[in-house]
T-cell receptor
């Protein structure tokens, strides 16, 4: 079956530091890959996505590249802000399935 | 604005009582979902519905029930058979079964059993 593995959190950074959150996946077909963000007390919202190999998704300074050869979709940001503190979920979805596969989430804490 | 609404945001219930969580969407999406979120456990799928009048059990359906009488509505009932109902419940929707279909989430309902 499909699976998504994310690095354990929490990830704790100082403001303006570089962020990487690792995500690797296992899939039987050709999935699309997603990063969702959940701010405290809220639902998830789409941060970015990539639908095929070598695509780069980007939004709000965050980026992730779909790497088929390493089955990875690592999330990066060059300079984090306190307002980026949230839980980040990596997910995949294959065509023909109504059910996405989510990772367990990685908590990010950014200190001033 | 299109989106998903969940009500109430906070819900308290006594042990042994059934309670229904509301979920409404105006995105014209066919598929709707209910997830449970516990600290450190990510998202777990309770039920999903591909189309009106049809729904399927997810990974943790025991103690829960749903209905899908209207396209825009997918209420979740937490029954007294659910042993540990205290959790954060998230409703979601998506347009269909394509790999590129994004899930849209509501703001969540936090249920506490007293």
């Amino acid at each position: 079956g499909n699976s998504v593995t994310q690095m354990e959190g929490p990830v704790t950074l100082s403001e303006e530091a570089f962020l990487t959150i690792n995500c690797t996946y296992t899939a039987t077909g050709y999935p699309s890959l997603f990063w969702y963000v959940q701010y405290p007390g809220e639902g998830l919202q789409l941060l970015l996505k990539a639908t095929k190999a070598d695509d780069k998704g980007s939004n709000k300074g965050f980026e992730a590249t779909y790497r088929k050869e390493t089955t990875s979709f690592h999330l990066e940001k060059g300079s984090v802000q306190v307002s980026d503190s949230a839980v980040y979920f990596c997910a995949l979805r294959e065509g023909g399935s109504y059910i996405p596969t989510f990772g367990r989430g990685t908590s990010l804490i950014v200190h001033p | 604005d299109g989106g998903i609404t969940q009500s109430p945001k906070y819900l308290f219930r006594k042990e042994g009582q059934n309670v229904t969580l509301s979920c409404e969407q105006n995105l014209n999406h066919d598929a709707m979902y209910w997830y449970r979120q516990d600290p450190g456990q990510g998202l777990r799928l309770i039920y999903y519905s591909q189309i009106v009048n049809d729904f399927q059990k997810g990974d943790i359906a025991e103690g829960y029930s749903v209905s899908r009488e209207k396209k825009e509505s997918f209420p979740l009932t937490v029954t007294s058979a659910q042993k540990n109902p205290t959790a954060f419940y998230l409703c979601a929707s998506s347009s269909g079964w394509r790999s590129t279909d994004t899930q849209y989430f509501g703001p969540g309902t936090r249920l506490t059993v007293l």
